[in-house]
């Protein structure tokens, strides 16, 4: 069984193709300062994305389901949901793109929408592997959440969102 992992400046080879997202095992893990001094962690499940892989560049879309974050706290996660932040009864899905980003390198710009509104996120490749066949690769960064059509942080979750994508995919 071939294994290979590497972190940002080394280099792995995975195979050049297209690749579907284990739904799974794939998610958006986050934390934000809510009330600006009590760290809150959470995650989001993916719903579907695709991942094409081609010269040692991956370009990928997908999305993940709005009305599923989960913070441990049911009232928490209601407000997230409403119309106040992600507003998932008429928003359900967020969709994440990122285009041509090396496998060698340490990151590249992604693009995150939610409720209809783009924003950028700059993405940082932390791990990438190939093992039995699978393809795995986390990548952080932070997202700026002003631009997008919620509630200021002016006495609720912070300006800055501390994401973590964690995707498992396979050969299509």
Do not use: N
């Not at 280099?11 to 579907?20: H, K, L, N, R, W």
């Not at 929408?113 to 993405?123: H, I, K, N, Q």
């Not at 940082?124 to 002003?146: M, Y």
């Amino acid at each position: 069984m071939e294994a290979a992992h590497h972190s940002p400046g080394s280099s792995i080879a995975v195979p050049d193709g297209t690749y579907v997202i284990d739904t799974d095992r794939s998610e958006l893990r986050f934390r934000a300062k809510a009330f600006t001094a009590v760290w809150v962690s959470g995650r989001i499940p993916a719903l579907d994305g695709t991942i094409h892989v081609r010269d040692g560049r991956l370009s990928a879309s997908g999305a993940i389901a709005a009305q599923q974050v989960d913070t441990g706290l049911s009232a928490r996660d209601w407000h997230l949901r409403s119309a106040h932040y992600l507003d998932s009864a008429r928003h359900p899905r967020i969709t994440i793109t990122v285009e041509g980003m090396p496998t060698d390198a340490a990151g590249s710009t992604a693009e995150i929408e939610v409720r209809g509104v783009a924003a950028p996120l700059r993405l940082r490749l932390v791990d990438l592997g190939w093992t039995g066949g699978r393809l795995r690769l986390e990548a952080e960064g932070d997202l700026d959440r002003s631009p997008l059509p919620m509630l200021p942080p002016i006495a609720g979750v912070s300006r800055i969102v501390h994401c973590r994508l964690v995707v498992e995919a396979r050969p299509t």
